[in-house]
């Protein structure tokens, strides 16, 4: 079974940064794409961005462009999320999800809150 586990959620001020980071556990990290979710309170658990095995394709909601950016680093079967340019509306759960035809795993989330 495969383990993710996030960090770097935090508290912070409208326009600030964050990097959220997720380790996934398994010899096989570099053969599939990761991707990143959140769920904010009273809400349905939305897509936020994904990147492919080789970090050579990525997408993001349109929401979070031009802001966020993923990217991964297979030696340490990490994937990153950089958030810029924070908004109180992108305070949530974020979580990240393996993306698999088969058996996927989602890590247990990182709270992000953004103040105003």
């Known amino acids: 079974q495969v383990q993710l586990v996030e960090s770097g959620g935090g508290l912070v001020q409208t326009g600030g940064s964050l990097r959220l980071s997720c380790v996934v556990s398994g010899r096989t990290f570099s053969t599939y794409a990761m991707g990143w979710f959140r769920q904010a309170p009273g809400k349905e658990r939305e897509f936020v961005a994904t990147m492919s095995w080789s970090g050579g394709c990525t997408y993001y909601v349109d929401s979070v462009k031009g802001r966020f950016t993923i990217s991964r680093d297979n030696a340490k079967n990490t994937v990153y999320l950089q958030m810029n340019s924070l908004k109180p509306e992108d305070t949530a759960v974020y979580y990240c999800?393996?993306?698999?035809?088969?058996?996927?795993?989602w890590g247990q989330g990182t709270q992000v809150t953004v103040s105003s």
């Open positions: 999800k393996t993306v698999r035809l088969f058996a996927n795993y």
